[in-house]
């Protein structure tokens, strides 16, 4: 093969071929490019000025996709510049676009790769190392969200995740148009929140805020109310039912240490039972259910409210939704469930922001969805020690999948 066609396969545009070296032994490619002769125009790899005149000239040798079973690098001649605000700098090239000795496509086949398989398996598939991968991941990522336009912020969710005993609590802001997580914070505090109004969003972006979707906590709230005033808070379903799950939790655990002995042998392990909806449960799965019921009519009538509470959400109009509401509390007398009647307290004293769910017609489910993809990824990756890693990787998740559904409609 000559040179010339070398400079074809390869195809960096602007750049040609004058040598190549195949090693069959070791199944490897390197070409070595210079620029063509028309391709003059230097940038300050410092400001991105552009400059006629070269400083001197070096070579890099970078990893490009692989031509066929070779393994292929390209050695690249690069010149340095003189530039009037940094002095003397290397030239920047699209084709490589970071100081790591990979070509962009290469970068881009590692980040789409990592899209669906674990950075391990990526690793393997490419003959890098894990960390090379994660860095290359995260250079993908960002580029991505640089080139991105950001809609304004409307209708926020704010939800919080427990990572476990030592990191606590991460606080996640989402855009609920758009589907996905704008934002993490540590802890689960009112200056959490507030780190996100003050440093994320300009005094014109917090005015543009109309309703924010949060949990009853109560950190969250004083937040809200201090920088975005006029914002509408809305307790939804997603979080009103985890609390109700709680409360079933919590009678299940009460009957369960009233019980004691032979009794327990039945229940232990059989929570997560409760935590599903009865729907989704095979026919194995629902008679030990019933059996469990049959032992505990209490822990039965409490799995019944929960399940009850949530056609609240169907209610569009307030005043409906209200009286849902009533008549929900009202079958609460005479049970003797004291979870359930603190949950109806909860209620009460947050009518408010629950009947706001009427006035403000926020999305519902997303908050569910940004959540759940947040933890699976943190199943998947284990150790996101980089958070900015875990959000882009969480937004480049939510985006893709839009793109995904926007697809299949078009089809
Ligand atoms: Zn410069």
């Known amino acids: 093969m000559r040179e010339t066609d070398w400079t074809r396969v390869l195809g960096w545009s602007g750049y040609r071929v004058y040598q190549h070296e195949i090693n069959e032994a070791a199944k490897t490619l390197k070409l070595w490019v210079r620029r063509t002769r028309g391709n003059r125009k230097l940038i300050c790899w410092g400001c991105g000025r552009k400059l006629a005149e070269a400083y001197d000239s070096y070579e890099r040798e970078v990893r490009d996709l692989p031509c066929f079973e070779f393994r292929t690098t390209v050695v690249v001649e690069l010149y340095r510049v003189r530039c009037p605000d940094c002095g003397v700098k290397s030239e920047k090239v699209p084709l490589l676009p970071s100081k790591a000795p990979f070509s962009k496509r290469f970068e881009e086949a590692v980040g789409m790769a990592c899209e669906s398989a674990s950075v391990r398996r990526v690793a393997r598939q490419f003959g890098v190392a894990a960390s090379t991968v994660r860095a290359i991941d995260l250079r993908y990522l960002r580029r991505w969200a640089e080139g991105r336009r950001r809609p304004a912020l409307g209708q926020m969710g704010v939800d919080e995740i427990y990572l476990g005993k030592k990191q606590k609590f991460l606080t996640v802001v989402t855009h609920l148009e758009t589907g996905e997580p704008l934002w993490f914070g540590r802890e689960r505090k009112k200056e959490t929140l507030d780190e996100f109004f003050e440093k994320q969003l300009s005094a014109f972006q917090r005015s543009v805020v109309r309703a924010a979707c949060v949990d009853m906590w109560e950190p969250f709230r004083q937040s809200l109310e201090q920088w975005v005033p006029q914002c509408r808070i809305v307790y939804d379903k997603f979080h009103i039912l985890q609390h109700a799950s709680k409360a079933v939790d919590e009678v299940r655990r009460a009957e369960f240490f009233r019980k004691g002995g032979a009794a327990r042998d039945l229940v232990r392990g059989k929570r997560w039972l409760l935590l599903t909806s009865w729907l989704h449960l095979d026919r194995g799965k629902r008679r030990q259910l019933n059996a469990l019921f049959a032992l505990n009519r209490r822990i039965l009538k409490a799995d019944l409210l929960k399940e009850s509470l949530s056609p609240l959400w169907n209610y569009t109009y307030e005043g409906a939704m209200l009286r849902y509401l009533q008549s929900w509390i009202d079958q609460l007398r005479w049970q003797r469930l004291k979870p359930m009647e603190k949950l109806a307290g909860m209620l009460l004293d947050h009518l408010e ?52 559904i926007a697809l299949q409609k078009a089809a």
Request: proline share 2%.
């Open 353 to 404: 922001g629950i009947l706001n769910y009427c006035r403000t017609k926020v999305p519902m489910g997303v908050i569910e969805a940004v959540n759940g993809n947040i933890k699976a990824l943190l199943r998947r990756g284990r150790g996101y020690r980089d958070m900015n890693y875990l959000l882009l990787k969480a937004q480049r998740l939510a985006a893709t999948k839009t793109e995904f």
